[in-house]
């Protein structure tokens, strides 16, 4: 089974930019992936998609503030996120599968979470 480790969170102001790495355990190529966050009181929502391809999906709250990527060779996801607003405050996992899930709750693999507090 494949092991994610999420790094990069923290705190940050209202306007600036984090990115959040997720280290996989092996090679990341094969995987479907993608962001999910869940704030205190609220379910978990996904809010970044890339496929195999390289094709991506994100939630409306997010469009064209974060950006998802994926680098095969340090078997790496990442989530830059600008502009940020209180609203992101968060925990922040990575998920993984080799099926294709999009942006639900359906990933067999999944992080332990960062948080990121937007103030």
């Known amino acids: 089974d494949v092991q994610l480790v999420e790094s990069g969170g923290g705190s940050v102001q209202t306007g600036g930019s984090l990115r959040l790495a997720c280290a996989a355990s092996?090679?990341?190529?094969?995987?479907?992936m993608a962001w999910f966050r869940q704030a205190p009181g609220n379910l978990r929502e996904g809010v970044a998609y890339i496929d195999i391809n390289g094709y991506t999906t994100y939630a409306h709250s997010v469009k064209d503030r974060f950006t998802i990527s994926k680098d095969n060779a340090k078997n790496t996801l990442y989530l830059q996120m600008d502009s940020l607003k209180p609203e992101d405050t968060a925990m922040y996992y990575c998920?993984?599968?080799?099926?294709?899930?999009?942006?639900?709750?359906?990933?067999?693999?999944w992080g332990q979470g960062t948080q990121v507090t937007v103030s």
């Open positions: 998920a993984a599968d080799q099926l294709a899930f999009g942006l639900s709750n359906g990933y067999c693999y």
């Open positions: 092996e090679n990341v190529s094969k995987y479907y």
